[in-house]
């Protein structure tokens, strides 16, 4: 079946953000997700998850393991398990991002 943000399960999270469930399995989860200018996820890691974000419009900020990376449209960055990291919209502009995640991150989340 066809999978779009248009009928895919949506939920929102933290500061007005919003993701849309492209995939949602025990083994593998994909997200599509967006943050409005100015929000933020909270620093954390997963036990398990190994994830990979990449970016489709806007600027993303990253802050993984101390250090600061910016990722701009068409980039992307990977998260090994138990690297702190967060991500953060600290542009004028909305930032829409695919979050891949194997196993699935649900119930693997450490807050740093």
């Known amino acids: 079946m066809k999978i779009s943000k248009m009928n895919a399960e949506h939920y929102?999270?933290?500061?007005?953000c919003d993701g849309w469930h492209l995939v949602n399995t025990p083994e593998l989860s994909i997200i599509h997700e967006r943050m409005p200018p100015g929000s933020?996820?909270?620093?954390?890691y997963h036990n398990q998850a190994r994830q990979f974000f990449f970016v489709l419009s806007g600027s993303a900020t990253f802050k993984m393991d101390g250090k600061t990376v910016d990722i701009g449209a068409q980039e992307g960055i990977e998260v090994p398990p138990l690297v702190p990291h967060q991500i953060l919209n600290q542009?004028?502009?909305?930032?829409?991002?695919?979050v891949t995640s194997?196993?699935?991150?649900?119930?693997?989340r450490v807050l740093v």
């Open 12 to 16: 929102t999270w933290g500061d007005n």
């Open 40 to 44: 933020a996820e909270e620093l954390h």
């Open 91 to 98: 542009t004028n502009t909305d930032i829409e991002f695919v």
């Open 102 to 108: 194997q196993p699935n991150s649900r119930g693997d």
